[in-house]
């Protein structure tokens, strides 16, 4: 059974920083891309950071870049978020996703499985 399980959320003070971890299992997800989304209340699944299947590029939304960055460790088949100078719009909760393919993509109905996801809350 394939599982992605994401890790590292909780309430942070604006400024704060904070990584996610999300940890695969079932397969492995060497070729695959991967990605972060978030999901704030009343708010659509925004895409936050996606990485190819061999980190050797990244893509970042425009509200998060130059203060998230995405990593992958396909030895350990997992990949983080780390977040540094959290804002209180940043507050969702944030899903690990992958899909079936080398290149990343913003979409997110282009990935193919998904975590449950693990809550993050920036106070100010």
């Known amino acids: 059974q394939v599982q992605l399980v994401e890790s590292g959320g909780g309430l942070v003070q604006a400024g704060g920083s904070r990584r996610l971890s999300c940890a695969a299992s079932g397969r492995s997800f060497s070729r695959s891309a991967m990605g972060w989304f978030r999901q704030a209340p009343g708010k659509e699944r925004e895409f936050v950071a996606a990485?190819?299947?061999?980190?050797?590029?990244?893509s970042y939304a425009n509200t998060v870049k130059g203060r998230f960055a995405i990593s992958r460790d396909n030895a350990k088949n997992t990949i983080s978020l780390q977040m540094y100078s959290l804002k209180p719009e940043d507050t969702a909760v944030y899903y690990c996703a992958a899909r079936d393919d080398l290149m990343i993509t913003p979409s997110q109905y282009a990935y193919d499985y998904w975590g449950q996801g693990t809550q993050v809350t920036v106070s100010s």
């Open positions: 990485i190819t299947w061999n980190g050797g590029t990244t």
